[in-house]
């Protein structure tokens, strides 16, 4: 019997651990970190694959256009300023809630670059807006 109650705890343990790494994002952040901030980021799914420590650019590669010219100088200025980032083309998210299919809509939609910073977005920011919405992350 007691080989039971113990099969049974960790029965429990383990289903409260796959909940909690699925909806974990969800429980860290509080319901007003999902608001604009000052900088105007907003909160969104962090992309599959992505590390949340590093500043996500989105803007098409190799392309003559306005917009990807402001990926490639928003990319060299944190580089310059030793902030970790990445410039990406596409992205994968794990959906799995209207709320997040829905800030993934409204922010991807929006100009070019598409920036992400520890799981938090805008479309088209500034420098500024970037250093200012990593430095808070960062504490």
Request: charged residues 20%.
């Amino acid at each position: 019997m007691a080989y039971l109650k113990w099969l049974l705890v960790i029965v429990l343990a383990l289903v409260g651990y796959h909940w909690w790494q699925k909806h974990r994002d969800l429980l860290v952040t509080d319901g007003a970190s999902h608001a604009a901030g000052s900088t105007g980021f907003v909160w969104m799914p962090q992309p599959v694959g992505t590390s949340p420590y590093q500043v996500l650019i989105f803007a098409p590669r190799n392309c003559p256009s306005a917009a990807a010219q402001r990926a490639r100088e928003l990319s060299r200025e944190l580089a310059a300023r030793d902030v970790p980032h990445a410039q990406l083309e596409e992205a994968n998210f794990d959906l799995d809630s209207a709320e997040g299919a829905a800030a993934v809509k409204r922010v991807m939609e929006g100009a070019v670059p598409i920036v992400i910073v520890h799981g938090r977005a805008k479309a088209n920011p500034s420098l500024d807006d970037v250093l200012t919405e990593y430095e808070a992350a960062r504490r």
